[in-house]
């Protein structure tokens, strides 16, 4: 079982090194190298997913990743950001689902900006796809036209994209409450309306699982109007990027949100849903529960270790539950704590 692990910049390394000790206290016996993405690697190898990455994530397993990004690279050419060393991998290694769960921790109600009867329980999954759409539609640029600059990308799904993604929305309910609503803008774009079709045809595959459908404005509306109608929501790439950001706002703390990126074997790329946060990095203070939390995903999904990835999610509710809080969801009444020391915890609750 071989792991890559890309701690990335920002405060990728400090909560990655903290996911590292708790797959090490499992004693599964995994083989870890580390390798270099994105801005790290635009400054070493003057490439934001050099070849000696591309090589190591290819034979690995899994992949954890720590985050990507920083001011210092923000205005380099397109080709030398750190965000296309994410968008490369995710395309070079067929990473099309994309699992976001927004989950509401009890201890953590009060984070939400929303009202506690709104949000209390919290559940759901955002299927996302993501190695289509307008991210990757050709033909895109900015030219001269008539005069004057024009800028231009292309939204395109051909059938069996969608179906792929679909299924994985569809199975992914049957393990939860056999809901799936599947986002578009059918009223405007005809790639999405193929999405819709396609959607309704898959769906009488699933004759246990209620399939509804919504457009993108009113999913938006929805989520922040009345989240707990949803199960799993499952949508193209470029709806899924906005959705889950927002989604994951819902319950406050974007510091404790894990995510997954499968292939069709169930390879994947496993990191914290939020940023490499540039302004806190290398002080110590980031919360590694996320990284910490999107292990367990990667032991369910990738390794079928079931009961190793339920070890680690009860570890960080135990932690909670003791009052133990990084900064970012740090309330009166609790204790204030770094990385290393939620990192500690972990492991003395594993
Ligand atoms: C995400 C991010 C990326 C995306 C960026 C960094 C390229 O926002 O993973 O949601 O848009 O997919
Ligand atoms: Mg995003």
Redesign the pocket.
């Known amino acids: 079982m071989k792991i890559c692990v890309l701690p990335g910049d920002g405060i990728g390394p400090e909560i990655t090194a903290e996911a590292v000790r708790v797959l090490k206290a499992l004693d599964l016996k995994f083989e870890m190298e580390e390798a270099q993405l994105g801005g790290c690697a635009i400054d070493a190898a003057k490439d934001p997913f050099p070849p000696a990455t591309q090589k190591l994530a290819k034979e690995a397993d899994a992949v954890l990743l720590g985050a990507?990004?920083g001011p210092q690279w923000d205005n380099n050419p397109r080709e030398l950001r750190p965000?296309s060393g994410?968008?490369r991998i995710r395309k070079d290694l067929g990473l099309f689902a994309n699992l976001r769960p927004a989950i509401l921790y009890p201890e953590l109600a009060n984070a939400s900006t929303l009202k506690p009867e709104v949000v209390a329980g919290l559940d759901i999954l955002i299927v996302r796809e993501l190695t289509g759409d307008i991210?990757f539609g050709q033909p895109r640029g900015i030219e001269i036209r008539n005069g004057e600059r024009f800028g231009f990308n292309t939204m395109h799904y051909t059938e069996s994209e969608i179906r792929r993604i679909l299924r994985v929305a569809f199975e992914a309910a049957r393990k939860r409450s056999r809901k799936v609503c599947s986002v578009d803008k059918m009223n405007v774009l005809e790639c999405t309306q193929l999405w819709r079709d396609v959607a309704k045809e898959v769906g009488k595959e699933y004759p246990d699982v209620e399939l509804s459908h919504m457009l993108v404005d009113n999913a938006a509306m929805q989520l922040v109007k009345a989240p707990k109608q949803f199960d799993v929501v499952v949508t193209g790439?470029m709806f899924g990027?906005i959705l889950?950001?927002e989604a994951s706002m819902l319950t406050g703390s974007i510091g404790m949100l894990p995510s997954a990126s499968l292939d069709e074997k169930n390879k994947g790329l496993y990191e914290p849903s939020h940023g490499s946060a540039p302004d806190i990095a290398g002080k110590g203070v980031a919360n590694p529960l996320a990284t910490i939390l999107s292990v367990a995903m990667m032991l369910r999904y990738t390794f079928a270790n079931e009961a190793a990835g339920r070890r680690i999610e009860d570890a960080v509710k135990k932690v909670l539950a003791l009052g133990l809080r990084t900064g970012d969801i740090y309330e009166p009444g609790t204790q204030k704590v770094g990385t290393r020391a939620m990192g500690d915890a972990v492991l003395a609750a594993l």
Do not use: Q, W
């Open positions: 990507v990004g965000e994410l968008l991210y790439n990027d889950s950001d």
